[in-house]
């Protein structure tokens, strides 16, 4: 049975949450911390110039929105289910990864500001990844019937919200077109400038390989070739990019 979450003024069950989650009052609660929750949510979600957001639409966003903390390691949706609820992240980082027997491949590392559950939603499809908390992970969670509700009454909503959709599938896409073709170092080298923070990838070698859909031991082989090459500097659990101008060259890509 799903936790009890307070919102307008009654206790109402969402579908399927994790067990080991707590849901919270959002940060200096209230309806105008609330409403500054949906204002960030509207700036993360789609562009604002294509599908601008009235003042009503980001006060009933903000009114059915839970905020959600997770512990590492937590479940936050079992792989083959369909989504029960949209996931925003506030704070922390996600792991979307798929288990087909005894392989394990990760698919994505989500980011505070990115989104999640609302394609299977839409769609009614079961989810092809479970997602994991990396760290300590605040969330956002709008359950599917609020998700419902706001894109059939609220049409600025439903096109912002396509907008994102649209996006994160070109950036899909994009990642296919770089990987595709290329060598191992020119993969990695990618990965890292996309999963960077501040000049840092604060992720194991084993996410980083399983990521890329390789070996641990290859993997190593050319992180350790970067490092001699003074591109990167490695730590426990962590990459840290030290010749930001020579990783992009490794990539192939285009300087900015």
């Given at each position: 049975m799903g936790l009890p979450v307070r919102r307008r003024g009654k206790l109402e069950t969402p579908g399927w949450v994790p067990g080991n989650?707590?849901?919270?009052?959002?940060?200096?609660?209230?309806?105008?911390?609330?409403?500054?929750?949906?204002?960030?949510?509207?700036?993360?979600?789609?562009?604002?110039?294509?599908?601008?957001?009235?003042?009503?639409?980001?006060?009933?966003?903000?009114?059915?929105?839970?905020s959600v903390r997770l512990e590492p390691g937590a479940l936050v949706f079992p792989q083959g289910t369909v989504s029960e609820a949209v996931w925003i992240?506030?704070?922390?980082?996600?792991?979307?990864?798929?288990?087909?027997?005894?392989?394990?491949?990760?698919?994505?590392?989500?980011?505070?500001?990115?989104v999640d559950g609302d394609i299977s939603l839409i769609l009614q499809m079961p989810q092809p990844y479970s997602a994991h908390a990396i760290d300590h992970v605040e969330t956002l969670r709008l359950s599917a019937e609020d998700f419902e509700w706001l894109v059939a009454t609220r049409p600025a909503v439903a096109r912002r919200w396509l907008s994102s959709v649209?996006?994160?599938?070109?950036a899909v896409d994009r990642r296919i077109l770089q990987l595709a073709g290329r060598d191992l170092r020119k993969q990695l080298a990618g990965l890292l400038l996309d999963e960077e923070r501040d000049d840092s990838v604060a992720l194991p070698q084993e996410s980083l390989a399983a990521l890329l859909g390789v070996?641990?031991?290859?993997?190593?082989?050319?992180?350790?070739?970067?490092?001699?090459?003074?591109?990167?500097?490695?730590?426990?659990?962590?990459?840290?990019?030290?010749?930001?101008?020579?990783?992009v060259r490794a990539a192939g890509r285009a300087a900015s």
């Open positions: 989650v707590r849901f919270l009052p959002l940060p200096r609660s209230g309806p105008d911390a609330m409403i500054r929750e949906a204002a960030w949510l509207a700036r993360c979600v789609g562009r604002g110039e294509w599908a601008p957001l009235f003042e009503e639409d980001i006060a009933e966003l903000g009114q059915r929105l839970a992240v506030r704070a922390g980082r996600l792991e979307l990864s798929r288990r087909d027997g005894d392989t394990r491949l990760i698919v994505q590392v989500v980011h505070p500001g990115d649209a996006a994160r599938l070109m070996r641990r031991p290859s993997l190593n082989k050319v992180l350790r070739e970067l490092e001699r090459e003074g591109v990167v500097g490695l730590s426990y659990r962590c990459v840290d990019i030290a010749d930001r101008a020579a990783l």
